[in-house]
């Protein structure tokens, strides 16, 4: 049988982009040191529940900060918007992810993808779902991602034991009234929602959930509510792929987030979700490989969401029908 023409792609793109040995791994949270450098996967999910998959798409590796738009979303759908935007802004930082500055006259981290914007929404979601917010928290991610997800002790207890910069950051934040004084369980729930085990498949069905307007496709359950995907969605194109997210929305156009354990996801809206795994990662934090076959993945699909001719979804339409 003929291979479909995204399988192709993909494993035209895995074989090419396995030869890209640049980066380095994380280490400043030792159990990430671990990680092979030679992992390297790609998946996509499609808006009508079809996945395709190549290399090491089934490699667990914890998500990391790819948590943080849906941890976000958690909490829009809890507090609303305005409650929400009281304690985290939507700006773009332009600093690192774990800079230890907030935003000028509001005092408010700058945004939910940073560092300080994270811990203040597992704080959010720690006041209002107290010692049960972590079930909560993993029963939505796997609900989204439509298979039970758990919590990868060894990285979360290693990430507790030498997070000190994200706690003096959740001190600020409570010198600023931004959390409240359950500082210790709401790092605790950062510490463990950032150990949460997931693969490059998982990756992709929670994207293609939030392209889906928050109805997981491949499952049919509703996860998110559409007004919370649309913010969701907006915070990843701006402010989700770090110190590169400028460029990212200049070349690759479309919601994204990555990971320091060397995830990358993306949306494309009404269409698909797609995933990259390898954990060597570049200055600014991003997968290597993984902006590579991204970049590649979605000229040669004209998915960028300002593409000329909006090729991107029309062509998906017709590859996506045959
Ligand atoms: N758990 C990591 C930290 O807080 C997440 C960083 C990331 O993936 O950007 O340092």
């Known amino acids: 049988m003929q291979k479909h023409i995204l399988q192709e792609i993909i494993d035209s793109l895995h074989a090419q982009y396995l030869k890209n040995n640049d980066g380095e791994i994380a280490t400043y949270i030792p159990e990430l040191g671990k990680a092979n450098p ?3 996967g790609i998946s996509l999910a499609t808006k009508d529940g079809r996945i395709f998959e190549t290399g090491d798409s089934d490699q667990l590796f914890t998500i990391q900060s790819i948590s943080k738009p849906f941890t976000y979303g958690m909490a829009l759908e809890v507090f609303g918007q305005e409650k929400v935007s009281q304690h985290v802004g939507v700006e773009p930082s332009g600093d690192a992810f774990n800079s230890i500055e907030l935003e000028s006259g509001t005092n408010r981290p700058f945004n939910p993808m940073v560092n300080a914007g994270a811990i203040t929404v597992s704080s959010l979601l720690y006041q209002h779902y107290g010692d049960e917010a972590l079930e909560v928290m993993l029963k939505r ?3 989204a991602a439509g298979r039970e997800l758990s919590v990868d002790e060894a ?3 290693s990430e507790a034991r030498t997070g000190h910069r994200n706690r003096a950051i959740a001190h600020l934040l409570l010198n600023f009234g931004m959390v409240d004084e359950n500082i ?3 790092l605790d729930l950062y ?3 950032c150990s949460i085990l997931v693969n490059c498949k998982d990756l992709a069905v929670m994207s293609a959930t939030l392209s889906n307007l928050g109805k997981n ?3 049919s359950k509703e996860v998110y509510e ?3 995907v649309r913010n969701m969605l907006s915070i990843m194109l701006t402010c989700g792929m770090y110190d590169y997210s400028g460029q990212w929305a200049y070349k690759v156009g479309i919601p994204a987030k990555s990971g320091v354990s060397g995830g990358v996801t993306a949306v494309v809206n009404r269409q698909l979700g797609l995933a990259c795994y390898s954990p ?4 600014r934090g991003n997968s290597c490989r993984g902006i590579d076959a991204c970049i590649s993945l979605t000229n040669e699909l004209g998915l960028h969401a300002f593409d000329c001719m909006n090729i991107g979804s029309s062509y998906l339409k017709v590859i996506l029908e045959e």
């Open 38 to 40: 030679a992992h390297f």
């Open 141 to 143: 991610f796997s609900d």
């Open 155 to 157: 990285v979360y207890e």
């Open 184 to 186: 210790e369980p709401a």
């Open 191 to 193: 510490f463990k929602q």
């Open 217 to 219: 496709p491949v499952t």
């Open 226 to 228: 559409i007004t919370c």
């Open 280 to 283: 060597k990662l570049d200055s």
